[in-house]
Structures are given as structure tokens and as C-alpha cells.
């Protein structure tokens, strides 16, 4: 029997008159849809146009919340007392799964987005108020987080479900964190090397970090950023290309299930 693995990308980040990534084309061929909250991207039709198209492909869905930080499409850090950054947690997560059960679609996962996910993946209180917020909406969301991250241990202490994701355009520091934009080699072009990238660590059972150790974690999720140049040929090869080596994709509910 096939193992199992999802491919997620990061969608319905478009706003108003302003068009970002091929949402369409991607829901193509990933298993699940990471879907803008309206802090760093996407608005109320967009997000309902999002969530209908993934109910039509079958594609399971997950709200990705950020930081308030339009301008800088989440990606700028920010410091939120706790209680305030809760309750935007909790109000993204509650619009996405009400607009999914308008469109008779279901919310499986939450993946925090940009510069809250990557702040949370190495401080261990604020990732608690994050998987604390998920499970205050829904204790039975998963939690999508990056492996090797304090992010993915608040999910466990939290009670919660955990895909342990990796990605397949961003290289690996020796801490498990991703090697950051501002660094040469942080990015990972092209989609042959984005496979070749995710086969080595699927084949070796752990992050492979650019310095090659292998940081041994069980990989559930595959992410494809939507917003580059190179995210539907990048999905479409590291489709195939895990057809080919064995593997079967699924919706992550459907790959965490046993």
C-alpha cells in the first residue's frame, strides 16, 4: 500500500481590484488549500469564491491567519499582547468556517501565515497562544505547523491534531528553522529542485538542513507557495513526481487518518 502525503498551498490571497498566484490552477493539483483570513491577504468574496472552488475539487480547506499587516502581506514581525492576538486568531478562524459551511465545505486545518507562523515556530508562548486559540474555535481543527517547531509541540500540549509540514521552496538552518529571505540560498528555484529537495527528505525521514544533517521528524504536508513564478509547475512536478516515487496524495485529514 501507497504512503500517504498532502500537498497544501497558500490561497485566496487576492484583495479588491489587486490579483495574487493561480488559485485555479493550484486547486488542480494540491490536496488542501491554505486560505487567506483578510489580515494579509483576501476579502469576504474572495475568501467565498476560494472555499467554493475547493469544495468543487474536492480539496480540503484550512484557515491561515496572520498578523494585521496588509500592507506588508504579513510578513513584517509584530509584537501583540496575548489576549489581543487571540481574539484576531479567533476571529479569522471563525470567518473562514462560517463561509465555509455556507458553501456546505468543511474547516480542517489551521496554518498559521508569514512572519506569526515563523515567530512561532521558535517561541514556544507565543505558539501556546496560537494552538490555544485553534482549540478554543474547534478542538478538532488541525493544527498544520512546520516540523522541528516549537509551533507543532504547542499543537500536541494544546490537544490537538498536528501535520507536520515542510517546504519545498525554502532551505533549512541546523536548528530546523527555514534559512531566512534576507539569505543567500534561503529560496529554493525551479521545479525540478524543489522535488529533488522534498525526495531527499521524504528518502531520509527528516529535514535535510543546507549544511546536510538530517533532523529525523515524520513529514505529513508538502507546501507550495502560490504567489511565485514557479508555484503551478513546481505543484504539478512535485505531484507527479511523488506519484512516481510511490506515495499517494490525499487531503491532509485524509493522510493523518490511519
Same mark, same amino acid.
Not at 513584517?76 to 478562524?93: K, N, V
Not at 512561532?120 to 478542538?139: H, I, P, Q, S, T
Not at 488541525?142 to 509540514?165: D, F, M
Given at each position: 500500500?501507497?504512503?500517504?502525503?498532502?500537498?497544501?498551498?497558500?490561497?485566496?490571497?487576492?484583495?479588491?481590484?489587486?490579483?495574487?498566484?493561480?488559485?485555479?490552477?493550484?486547486?488542480?493539483?494540491?490536496?488542501?488549500?491554505?486560505?487567506?483570513?483578510?489580515?494579509?491577504?483576501?476579502?469576504?468574496?474572495?475568501?467565498?469564491?476560494?472555499?467554493?472552488?475547493?469544495?468543487?475539487?474536492?480539496?480540503?480547506?484550512?484557515?491561515?491567519?496572520?498578523?494585521?499587516?496588509?500592507?506588508?502581506?504579513?510578513?513584517?514581525?509584530?509584537?501583540?499582547?496575548?489576549?489581543?492576538?487571540?481574539?484576531?486568531?479567533?476571529?479569522?478562524?471563525?470567518?473562514?468556517?462560517?463561509?465555509?459551511?455556507?458553501?456546505?465545505?468543511?474547516?480542517?486545518?489551521?496554518?498559521?501565515?508569514?512572519?506569526?507562523?515563523?515567530?512561532?515556530?521558535?517561541?514556544?508562548?507565543?505558539?501556546?497562544?496560537?494552538?490555544?486559540?485553534?482549540?478554543?474555535?474547534?478542538?478538532?481543527? @488541525?493544527?498544520? !505547523?512546520? &516540523?522541528?517547531? /516549537?509551533?507543532? +509541540?504547542?499543537?500536541?500540549? $494544546? *490537544?490537538?491534531? =498536528?501535520?507536520?509540514?515542510?517546504?519545498?521552496?525554502?532551505?533549512?538552518?541546523?536548528?530546523?528553522?527555514?534559512?531566512?529571505?534576507?539569505?543567500?540560498?534561503?529560496? @529554493?528555484?525551479? !521545479?525540478? &529542485?524543489?522535488? /529533488?529537495?522534498? +525526495?531527499?527528505?521524504?528518502? $531520509? *525521514?527528516?529535514? =535535510?538542513?543546507?549544511?546536510?544533517?538530517?533532523?529525523?521528524?515524520?513529514?505529513?504536508?508538502?507546501?507550495?507557495?502560490?504567489?511565485?513564478?514557479?508555484?503551478?509547475?513546481?505543484?504539478? !512536478?512535485? &505531484?507527479?513526481?511523488?506519484?512516481?516515487?510511490?506515495?499517494?496524495?490525499?487531503?491532509?485529514?485524509?493522510?493523518?487518518?490511519?
Amino acid at each position: 500500500m501507497s504512503q500517504k502525503i498532502n500537498l497544501n498551498a497558500d490561497l485566496g490571497e487576492s484583495f479588491g481590484a489587486w490579483s495574487m498566484g493561480s488559485d485555479s490552477a493550484l486547486l488542480d493539483v494540491v490536496g488542501s488549500a491554505n486560505v487567506a483570513c483578510g489580515f494579509h491577504g483576501g476579502d469576504p468574496l474572495v475568501m467565498r469564491q476560494t472555499v467554493r472552488a475547493a469544495r468543487e475539487r474536492g480539496v480540503s480547506i484550512g484557515a491561515h491567519p496572520s498578523f494585521p499587516d496588509l500592507q506588508g502581506f504579513g510578513r513584517r514581525r509584530m509584537d501583540i499582547p496575548a489576549d489581543e492576538l487571540a481574539a484576531m486568531l479567533i476571529y479569522q478562524i471563525g470567518a473562514l468556517q462560517t463561509m465555509a459551511a455556507v458553501e456546505g465545505h468543511a474547516l480542517s486545518h489551521v496554518k498559521p501565515h508569514g512572519a506569526l507562523n515563523n515567530m512561532a515556530c521558535a517561541d514556544a508562548r507565543l505558539a501556546d497562544v496560537v494552538a490555544a486559540a485553534v482549540a478554543a474555535v474547534d478542538r478538532d481543527l @488541525i493544527l498544520l !505547523a512546520p &516540523a522541528h517547531s /516549537q509551533l507543532a +509541540l504547542a499543537g500536541i500540549r $494544546a *490537544g490537538l491534531a =498536528v501535520g507536520l509540514e515542510v517546504f519545498a521552496d525554502r532551505a533549512y538552518q541546523d536548528d530546523g528553522q527555514l534559512v531566512p529571505r534576507s539569505q543567500p540560498g534561503a529560496m @529554493i528555484h525551479g !521545479a525540478e &529542485a524543489s522535488l /529533488q529537495h522534498v +525526495l531527499r527528505m521524504l528518502d $531520509a *525521514g527528516g529535514l =535535510v538542513t543546507r549544511t546536510g544533517n538530517v533532523l529525523k521528524t515524520d513529514i505529513h504536508s508538502i507546501c507550495v507557495h502560490g504567489d511565485g513564478p514557479d508555484a503551478v509547475a513546481s505543484a504539478c !512536478a512535485l &505531484a507527479a513526481g511523488l506519484e512516481m516515487a510511490g506515495y499517494s496524495l490525499s487531503t491532509l485529514p485524509q493522510t493523518l487518518r490511519p
